[in-house]
Each structure stands twice: as structure tokens, then as C-alpha cells.
T-cell receptor
Framework: EAGVAQSPRYKIIEKRQSVAFWCNPI?????LYWYQQILGQGPKLLIQ????????DSQLPKDRFSAERLKGVDSTLKIQPAKLEDSAVYLC???????????FGEGSRLTVL | GNSVTQMEGPVTLSEEAFLTINCTYT??????LFWYVQYPGEGLQLLLK?????DKGSNKGFEATYRKETTSFHLEKGSVQVSDSAVYFC??????????FGAGTTVTVRA
């Protein structure tokens, strides 16, 4: 079974530039999550989708971050404009809905200079 | 709100040593508790879970018991191997399919 795919794995940009991350969840998984993991901290939920609807985006900085999940499958997370504090690993995860059993991708590491 | 506090690292051990990583939680209701592990160069993966008080989760020689009276879910392994070197995250789910993670504990096992 293919796992959660993310790209790019690494991205370096300057502040005020924009960046987009892509995620392809495990086939059949209705729930998709984006987490932000800053170095030395645990992952923090940014947004949760159920199919193509947003369930929770309370911790998404909406002035600069946006996410969409078209057709209930792939998802993109965009940051525009980026700030230095956005340097982190962005993790995508998916689940069938089983309580807490998330499957994570390898993450996209963003460095903002 | 829900939160998890886990033992700070890093932790360095010799092979065959006993490992304990402490985890305590704050939550309303009856959460489910998890340990996730992140091996070098890999994504987070579920190690074990417990969904109700006194449940014991186990996998790959690791164990953790859901203790409601002490709001704890400590991870233990009796004899670690070099391949257990990883970052371990304690996590909690309040039933809304969202996980709240601890800060992670880096474990290094020396041969």
C-alpha cells in the first residue's frame, strides 16, 4: 500500500516569497491533516479536512496560509508571504477516521531566509 | 484544552538498557492516548495506543499503560537496541480525530 506522498521534500525561500506544498493521501482516506513542526517542538495542527470540507482551521494563520483539498483527494498548502518564523517541517497526514490513527508523510522542510 | 507534557531529552542509553519516557496529560472527558515514533529520515508512525483507562498498548517490545488516576501514559522498553534510536512523541486525541502532541523525546542508543 502506498503511503502519504509529499513534495517538495525541501524548500529554501527568502522572506516575503511564496511557497506551496503538495500532499497525496493514502487512497480511500477521507480525513487529511496539515501539521507544522518547528524544530524541537511537537507537531501542531494547522488544518483538518474531511473529504473536501474543512473541519478545523482554527490554528491556521489565515492572513498568510491557505489550504485546499480539491475533489477530496490531493491537497495543497500555500504560504504567502513567508516569514522567518514559518521555517519548519510541514507534515501531511491522512486517516480513515479511526480514532487517532494517522498516517504521516515524510514532511516538507521549509527554510525561510 | 487538551495538552500533553513529556519528558525532555535527549536520552542516551547503552544497548540492552531499560528505557522509560514519561508522559502526562490534561484533558476533558476520556481521551485516547498514543505514542508515535519518528525514525531518522522517516515520517511519524504509530507505535502503540490505548483507548481507555487501564488499557496497555504494546508493540515492538514497547509498552505503555493508560493511568487515569495519575493522568499518565509512560513508555517503557526493557532492553533497547540501536535500532530504537528515534524521536518519540506522546499524543492525545479527544475523540474529534485530532491529535495533540508532546514536544518529543530524542532517544539515542549506543552499541
Amino acid at each position: 500500500e502506498a503511503g502519504v506522498a509529499q513534495s517538495p521534500r525541501y524548500k529554501i525561500i527568502e522572506k516575503r516569497q511564496s511557497v506551496a506544498f503538495w500532499c497525496n493521501p493514502i487512497s480511500g482516506h477521507a480525513t487529511l491533516y496539515w501539521y507544522q513542526q518547528i524544530l524541537g517542538q511537537g507537531p501542531k495542527l494547522l488544518i483538518q479536512f474531511q473529504n473536501n470540507g474543512v473541519v478545523d482551521d482554527s490554528q491556521l494563520p489565515k492572513d498568510r496560509f491557505s489550504a485546499e483539498r480539491l475533489k477530496g483527494v490531493d491537497s495543497t498548502l500555500k504560504i504567502q508571504p513567508a516569514k522567518l518564523e514559518d521555517s519548519a517541517v510541514y507534515l501531511c497526514a491522512s486517516s480513515l477516521g479511526t480514532w487517532g490513527e494517522l498516517f504521516f508523510g515524510e514532511g516538507s522542510r521549509l527554510t525561510v531566509l | 484544552g487538551n495538552s500533553v507534557t513529556q519528558m525532555e531529552g535527549p536520552v542516551t542509553l547503552s544497548e540492552e538498557a531499560f528505557l522509560t519516557i514519561n508522559c502526562t496529560y490534561t484533558a476533558t472527558g476520556y481521551p485516547s492516548l498514543f505514542w508515535y515514533v519518528q525514525y531518522p529520515g522517516e515520517g511519524l508512525q504509530l507505535l502503540l495506543k490505548a483507548t481507555k483507562a487501564d488499557d496497555k498498548g504494546s508493540n515492538k517490545g514497547f509498552e505503555a499503560t493508560y493511568r487515569k488516576e495519575t493522568t499518565s501514559f509512560h513508555l517503557e522498553k526493557g532492553s533497547v537496541q540501536v535500532s530504537d534510536s528515534a524521536v518519540y512523541f506522546c499524543a492525545l486525541s479527544g475523540g474529534d480525530y485530532k491529535l495533540s502532541f508532546g514536544a518529543g523525546t530524542t532517544v539515542t542508543v549506543r552499541a
